[in-house]
């Protein structure tokens, strides 16, 4: 039997970290959270995107994915940083820039760090996960932080929590149009709604977006 519980958070002063490995995963696997929790969210894009668009430059294709990612994102009014010293489809060889860019943000002030689902498809998805769980060993850092996984390239076989987006699935859907360069020859949008509206069958409502949510110790569990 399937259960899913709605994210909720307790008090205005909850935070919530999302951590993007590319500009526009923040929108395809959290937009619903992030139009929920508008004031609460922050998000961190982890890489330059430089490989993101084999038409142009990679300096071009940095630029484009930046605009892209602060459209999208000023049209919200979230916190948000783009890192331009991670290189993209490198980001397993890169712990020192990742940890450099995590010691700018107590991680103890969030409820709950978004992060790709880690057997994800993608390496830099996958590498992401990796890297913060080899960065909260090595500060040892002791979290009361939930982790949130979220889906993109790979789906949550059994999530466990969801944000409801049974009204606002098409803001959604216009929050990853911002991502243009991206929907040009592969249109994410229709492809995440309809994922959106199947999940939203397991849970009862119009459309969701859904989430396997964890205490750090499982999460330091895992095999990664």
């Not at 890169?94 to 940890?99: D, M, V």
């Not at 992401?128 to 979220?150: M, N, R, T």
Request: aromatic letters at 12%; proline letters at 2%.
């Amino acid at each position: 039997y399937f259960v899913a519980l709605l994210i909720k958070l307790d008090i205005p002063t909850d935070k919530i970290l999302i951590l993007a490995p590319h500009a526009d995963d923040e929108s395809i696997g959290c937009g619903g959270l992030l139009l929920t929790y508008l004031e609460q969210c922050e998000v961190v894009c982890i890489t330059n995107c430089k490989t993101g668009n084999p038409n142009v430059s990679e300096k071009e294709a940095i630029a484009e994915r930046k605009n892209e990612f602060k459209n999208a994102m000023n049209s919200l009014k979230i916190k948000y940083h783009f890192n331009e010293g991670i290189d993209s489809d490198d980001l397993k060889n890169q712990y020192g820039l990742f940890e450099q860019l995590l010691n700018n943000y107590n991680l103890s002030d969030y409820r709950y760090i978004a992060l790709p689902i880690w057997y994800d498809q993608h390496s830099d998805h996958k590498a992401l996960v990796k890297l913060f769980s080899q960065y909260i060993s090595l500060h040892k850092i002791k979290l009361k932080s939930k982790i949130l996984f979220y889906e993109v390239w790979s789906t949550i076989a059994v999530p466990n929590t969801f944000i409801d987006l049974t009204d606002i699935l098409e803001l959604k859907y216009k929050l990853i149009g911002y991502h243009e360069s991206q929907i040009k020859d592969i249109d994410y949008r229709e492809r995440i709604k309809a994922l959106n509206i199947y999940r939203g069958m397991i849970v009862n409502k119009k459309a969701a977006e859904v989430y396997l949510e964890m205490n750090i110790k499982e999460f330091k569990e895992l095999e990664l």
